[in-house]
């Protein structure tokens, strides 16, 4: 069964900076491409940034130029490095597969807080 459990949020002022990471298990991790989400209370989960098997990467454009995808895969994670934050960027933050192959459940996400 896939395991997706994110961490590193927290509570961040404004033009400030983090890292998330995310631990996945279940599957085999190098073979797939893989994804952060965000989801707001009241929102659709939207789609932030993939990076694919060969370390392609794409990004929303709501975040182009300020957050950086990357993977790690003796580890089995894939994390997500934030920086010049907005108070739009508030949100939970997950991780999944593409959005073409989603999986399910989805992990509990990681709350991160944009605000001074």
């Known amino acids: 069964q896939v395991q997706l459990a994110e961490s590193g949020g927290g509570v961040v002022q404004p033009g400030g900076s983090l890292r998330l990471s995310c631990a996945v298990s279940g599957f085999t991790f190098s073979n797939y491409d893989m994804s952060w989400y965000r989801q707001t209370p009241g929102k659709e989960r939207e789609w932030v940034a993939t990076?694919?098997?060969?370390?392609?990467?794409y990004y929303a454009e709501s975040v182009k130029g300020r957050f950086t995808i990357f993977r790690n895969n003796a580890q089995n994670t894939v994390s997500l490095q934030m920086n010049n934050l907005k108070p739009e960027d508030t949100a939970k933050y997950f991780c999944n597969l593409a959005p073409s192959a989603v999986a399910k459940p989805w992990g509990q996400g990681t709350q991160v807080t944009v605000s001074s």
């Open positions: 990076i694919n098997r060969e370390r392609l990467t």
